[in-house]
């Protein structure tokens, strides 16, 4: 059986890979995650999911990796993760009663083959109109300030949301299972079929 790789250190997409039920390494893939000159934040995310990949396949001769990026857009701004308090209140407010999109890049590389598949999986996240006390209120509840857009849907920041849009609610905390299980399928590796 090949060994499943993901080339993150993440612990949500770790929590999410777990789902499938597989054993699977993490590790950290050393990739500069800085947009190219006109790079749109489709192409980076795909571009830096394919790096992740491609930057540990010399430790894992014969494995599938995995990677994934994502990042977050309002109104055509890519957003980063808050890090503050202050900066998790800008975004929120920001966000309030717009909708905020979600690309995650994601790419499976047989490393013993070289065959990379990858695409871009897209999210939409449409807010309630919010005051400033339930801004407040939630960030000091959940501290997501490691998060890019300041919230964690998988837990309070649900409160947040008027509707939630796209085709895995996976894809938003980072790593679309269903979209993997179909990469995977190419590269002829059945999760199904592969549980003990």
Excluded: W
Excluded at 32 to 44: G, K, Q, S, V
Excluded at 154 to 166: Q, V
């Amino acid at each position: 059986m090949r060994t499943l790789v993901l080339a993150s250190t993440s612990p949500f997409r770790k929590t999410l890979l777990e789902k499938l039920n597989l054993p699977f390494t993490c590790t950290k893939p050393n990739v500069d995650e800085t947009a190219f000159p006109n790079e749109t934040a489709i192409e980076l995310v795909e571009r830096l999911a394919i790096e992740k990949t491609k930057a540990v396949a010399s430790e894992f001769p014969n494995a599938l990796i995995i990677g994934s990026d994502q990042v977050a857009l309002s109104e055509g701004n890519i957003l980063g993760k808050p890090h503050n308090f202050e900066n998790g209140v800008a975004q929120l407010t920001s966000f309030s009663g717009k909708a905020v999109e979600f690309h995650t890049g994601l790419c499976v590389l047989d490393s013993s083959t070289g065959k990379s598949i990858s695409l871009v999986e897209l999210f939409t996240v449409h807010f309630n109109k919010l005051s400033t006390k339930e801004i407040t209120a939630y960030l000091h509840a959940e501290q997501p300030y490691n998060c890019a857009g300041s919230f964690k849907s998988e837990g309070l920041g649900i409160c947040l949301f008027e509707k939630l849009a796209g085709d895995d609610p996976n894809t938003l905390i980072g790593l679309p299972l269903i979209r993997l299980v179909s990469l995977l399928k190419k590269h002829d590796f059945y999760v199904l079929q592969e549980q003990k």
